[in-house]
Each structure stands twice: as structure tokens, then as C-alpha cells.
């Protein structure tokens, strides 16, 4: 995850009571007591105990765990359908369990739009009136409003659907809707709660993969509550695993995988295939050298045979990559007399984000089997990737 990006939600100390005496819960929670002796002590369920996390501009944040985790009550606590016990949670500057009501409303119409599991679509208005209802309600005028709907429902492959009903539409197809009405709100922040549940596997799937298309295109940022680790694994760009309303770690999909931070989260990890987690990132090694574009080809060729090397990658003076310049080539550059390399450049090998899935990496290899070359958005060189430590990751992968 780029830590980079702005921080869009701030989460701290965040805790939940559910009882009439929540300060008691508190108090014993500060004496180190967990869920099970709180309830016992004092009757007061800890929901939620201590909870701190950011939310990154446009990140897809998992928030996963098993059932009476907490996350569904986090969910609600972000913007505040359940009031908060103690903690902040804030978003643009704004503390949301401090807002007056005016302000609440203000701040939920702008900031969050939910997709829940049961679709909560209405039963008699159109799939393109279902769209339309969260602009309705804020009093958007009419053809704008049916505009917006329309793009929103375009979005999601639902264009031509707008007259049917939701009885007439799948489970799958359904979502969509939900989804639509979501994006028409064009709110800054997406909730989905446990969004996939409800849907056949396969769909399920789909919609995933949709999601994720969509993602790609708007960068919306996105906080989405499941229990099933696959699709935390495959959906998520960070995920926050809870346990009895506590963080029980907060990582990447590689880390959680690769880096547990205790028995309870390899326990839960167990079985998961590595191999189709695992990234190029986890196989990436430093480069032993790189060649300049201003180098000629006998300081590349020097370069190689420093480095018991047969081929270099070639950057320009920001580490973008522009080519593979292998010794052969560097000979006719000097049997030619030339003084540049860039003519001799071969582009004839594989480059990779650092996030492209490790098993896609082995059928990758050429005859020649050139590193394979890790690039950043930029087009950066980052490291390279080769047989042995993809054989070696998924080897270790296999054995876990």
C-alpha cells in the first residue's frame, strides 16, 4: 500500500459498549481484562475495544473477522449509526462522534454511501428509480438526478435494466443496483457490509472482480466488511483482522499471509493457497548493476563482466526502464563504432507491477530466461525476478 496517499479516515482509540454502564466495561478493559470476564463482571458487552487505524485516499481496507468480531459494529461507528463509547474517528478534519445532528447529517450526505448484504432495494420502484433514491432524497432535480442514475447504472453493466424490477433481476444483478445507487450518491467514502454474502459463489466471484474493475477506474475509497479470508485476500488492498473487538493485526494481503503476527491469525490463514496470494514482490531481489543511457557499450559490457552477467537492464537517469542491451549486442555496438547503446536495446523480455500474482510469473520465463523486471507506475525499475526464487517462493509456499 502506497502510505503516501493521503489519510481520507483517521481511526483512534475507537470502543464500543453496549450496556447501560459502558464506563464500568471500560474500566475493567483498562485493568486488562478482555470480553468474556468484562460481560461476566459487569453484564456490558465490549463491542469494539480500542480500535486504531487510517483508511488511505483511495483504498479498498478489508475489515474482516468471524462472526462477533466487531466488524460489522466498526462499520457503523464510521459514520455513526452506533455511537462510540470513547475514541475519534475522523474524516477531513471532521471528529464524527462530536457532531451536532445538522452537522451528522451533513457529514454522512457527503462523506458515506453503504451496500449492504440483503441488496435493501424497494421492491416497487424501478431498477432506475432504486438508483435514483439517495438524490431523491437530497432533492436533486429530476433529470439531473436520472442523468447520474443513468451513468451509475452504465457503470455497472446495468444499462438497458433501468425499467425492470428487482424481482426480475438476479441476486448478482441486484447488487449491481445496490451498488449504482451507491456510486449516484457520489459520496466520498463506500461501505460495503458483508456486499457478497448474500450471492452464489461463482457470482460472488464476479462481483469481486467487478468491484475491483471499478476500483481500477475510480479510486474510490472504500471500507468493506467481510468474514471470508478469500475474499479479503482477493479483494483487499489492506486488510484490519479483528478478534473479539480488537485488532489483531493490520497488513497487506502478503503480509498477513507471510508475516502472522500470532497463532490465532495462522490458525485462521490455514489452508489458504500461498502460491496465488504471493506477489512478485515476495520473489523480488536487488539488481546487481544497472546500465545508463549515457553509458557506451564498452562501460556496459565492463559492467556485465564485473557482475558475471550476460545481459543489463538499461535506465534513463530517473530509473525508468528503457530497454534490455544483452553482450552480444554490446560487441556490434563497438565492431560498428558506435558510442550509444540505445540503438541496440531489446525490449524482448517481461516487466511486472510488484503486485502481479507469483504463479503467473513461472510461464514467463523465455528460453532466454532474462530476469523478469519489476516496475513501479512509473515505469521505474525496482528489482528483478528470476526462475530460481519464483521456484523457491512457491516451494516454500507449498510447504506452509
Known amino acids: ?16 459498549v453496549f450496556g447501560k454502564q459502558p464506563q464500568k466495561a471500560i474500566e475493567l478493559r483498562n485493568q486488562g481484562m478482555k470480553r468474556p470476564e468484562i460481560l461476566e463482571k459487569s453484564g456490558q458487552t465490549l463491542g469494539l475495544s480500542n480500535i486504531s487505524f487510517d483508511v488511505y485516499e483511495g483504498e479498498l481496507l478489508v475489515i474482516m473477522g468471524l ?91 446495468l444499462e438497458g435494466w433501468e425499467d425492470a424490477y428487482p424481482n426480475q433481476l438476479s441476486g448478482g444483478m441486484q447488487q449491481r443496483v445496490g451498488l449504482a445507487r451507491a ?40 471500507v468493506f466488511i467481510t468474514h471470508d479470508l478469500d475474499e479479503a485476500l482477493n479483494i483487499g488492498d489492506r486488510i484490519v483482522l479483528l478478534k473479539d473487538g480488537e485488532v489483531v493485526q493490520i497488513g497487506t494481503p502478503e503480509e498477513i499471509l507471510t508475516k502472522p503476527a500470532d497463532d490465532y491469525v495462522r490458525r485462521f490463514i490455514e489452508g489458504v493457497d500461498r502460491a496465488r496470494i504471493l506477489t512478485a514482490e515476495s520473489a523480488m531481489r536487488p539488481l546487481r548493476s544497472t546500465a545508463r543511457e549515457s553509458d557506451g557499450p564498452r562501460t556496459a559490457l565492463h559492467r556485465m563482466r564485473d557482475h558475471a552477467i550476460d545481459s543489463i537492464y538499461v535506465v534513463d537517469r530517473d530509473r525508468r526502464l528503457l530497454g534490455l542491451l544483452e553482450a552480444d549486442a554490446a560487441s556490434k555496438a563497438i565492431q560498428a563504432g558506435d558510442d550509444s547503446i540505445i540503438p541496440y536495446l531489446t525490449q524482448d523480455f517481461r516487466k511486472v507491477p510488484m503486485d502481479e ?29 528470476v526462475k530460481g526464487a519464483v521456484l523457491d517462493e512457491l516451494a516454500r509456499a507449498g510447504e506452509q
Open 1 to 16: 500500500m502506497d502510505e503516501t496517499r493521503p489519510v481520507k479516515i483517521k481511526v483512534r482509540g475507537l470502543s464500543k
Open 67 to 157: 462472526s462477533g468480531s466487531g466488524k460489522s459494529t466498526l462499520i457503523r461507528c464510521l459514520n455513526r449509526l452506533i455511537e462510540t463509547t470513547e475514541g475519534e474517528i475522523i474524516i477531513d478534519g471532521e471528529n464524527i462522534p462530536t457532531l451536532k445532528e445538522k452537522a451528522l447529517l451533513e457529514c454522512r450526505r457527503r462523506h458515506f454511501s453503504m451496500v449492504f448484504q440483503n441488496f435493501a432495494l424497494f421492491p416497487h420502484r424501478t431498477v432506475q428509480q432504486n438508483a435514483e433514491f439517495g438524490l431523491e432524497i437530497r432533492g436533486v432535480e429530476k433529470t439531473e438526478r436520472q442523468k447520474i442514475a443513468h451513468n451509475a447504472l452504465k457503470q455497472v453493466g
Open 183 to 222: 456510486l449516484a450518491n457520489d459520496a466520498t467514502v463506500l461501505l460495503m457490509d458483508e456486499a457478497f454474502s448474500a450471492l452464489d459463489p461463482l457470482i460472488r466471484k464476479d462481483m469481486q472482480q467487478e468491484l475491483l474493475q471499478l476500483q481500477s477506474k475510480m479510486q474510490k475509497t472504500t
Open 357 to 385: 500474482p507469483l504463479h503467473n510469473l513461472f510461464a514467463m520465463f523465455s528460453e532466454k530466461s532474462f530476469p523478469i523486471a519489476v516496475i513501479d507506475k512509473q515505469e521505474q525499475l525496482l528489482g528483478v525476478v
